[in-house]
């Protein structure tokens, strides 16, 4: 590398130049995270006052364990700020918790995380190339895919201690959600995702958050019997409690899917574009959940975007593993309800005849017109 002052023709490099040029960057880096600083201090005064004593703040060296927060005073505080990244504790989940448990409703909560594309920017620049790739590979093994498998999630679980996980962002506004709280506002700043968060309820206690490869989906089934639909994951874990947040922040796109779902991964996207991740929904057929032939099941909070009329149509009657929706391929909202209405009064009166049709003519928009899902 040359520096401004060196001497070319003899190779010798101009210390002091060398000197000033350290200066320089440590300067820059100092005026950088000086700057990154008022971001923070600026995005946090957007919804706290910090000067008020119902404010308390934990700095990055604090305890990862929510007895810190436990040990805070009840009904004194309306706002908790933790400035050590979210990765870095081994129970999530309890440390949400006890931030709820120690807020009224309406308190505010800031915290930071560094996101799995955060950490996959910070792995290839800190090594070279070809040895970044090799090295961001293995973590992506060691750090996300042994977790959720059943044979390796033990072992993980036993050597780390929960500890220095890597999140993506889904989970980590999921699992907010599932603690009782509801996104205001998400910031990038400094290799950081800021969070700030609201309390709106008491945490869901959760015992059972989808996290494997192989998930259950909870559906509204017949007689609007709650049940679970076996798929392969295509989504980040604990997607299904942002349902809401995504339709209220991105609204619904062509063929009645979230528009700019980022709760999808990308293998979940090739997964989703072939139909492979509904293969285990066969099992749900087999257990008499569903029929071959019928409409989607859905969510609760995607079943009542639908009107009163087609709702009570739908609980009358098994969802289904093909829906109807590749006959007609609606693309907004209410041409997906006609569509629905159309095969729900066909099946009405002949329930054999439609399903056999609405079979092959699925089959025929497949085959010769190349629908696929999304």
Known sequence: MIFKGENIETGI???????????????LKAKTESRNERFVSNLIEK????????SVTFAANSSNTADEVLQL???????????RRINTFPYINKFFEAVNAKLPIGGIFVTKVETNDLRKIRLMEKYPPVINKLYYTSDFFLKRVFPKLPVTQQLYYYFTKGRNRVLSKTEVLGRLYSCGFKILEERYISNRLYIVAEKFR???????PSYGIVYPMRRVGKG????????????????EYLQEYIYEKN?????????????????GKLLRRYWIDELPMVINVLKGDLKIVGVRPLSRHYLSLYTPELQNLRKKFKPGLIPPYYVDLPETMEEIMDS???????????PFLTDVKYFFLVGYTILFKKARSK
Do not use: C, Q, W
Not at 340 to 350: G, I, P, S, V
């Open 13 to 27: 490099l101009n210390l002091d130049d060398l000197v000033d040029h350290e200066e320089a960057v440590e300067a």
């Open 73 to 83: 005073e009840d009904n004194t505080y309306t706002s908790i700020i933790h400035f």
């Open 202 to 208: 008491e945490p869901a206690f959760d015992d059972d």
């Open 224 to 239: 609007g019997k709650i049940i679970n639909v076996y798929k392969f994951r295509t989504m980040y874990a604990y997607s």
């Open 47 to 54: 919804y706290v006052d910090t000067g008020r004593s119902e």
């Open 251 to 267: 609204s619904l796109d062509t063929g009645g899917k979230f528009k700019d779902d980022f709760r999808v991964s990308r293998v």
């Open 340 to 350: 629905e209405m159309r095969y729900l009064k066909a099946y009405e009166k002949h």
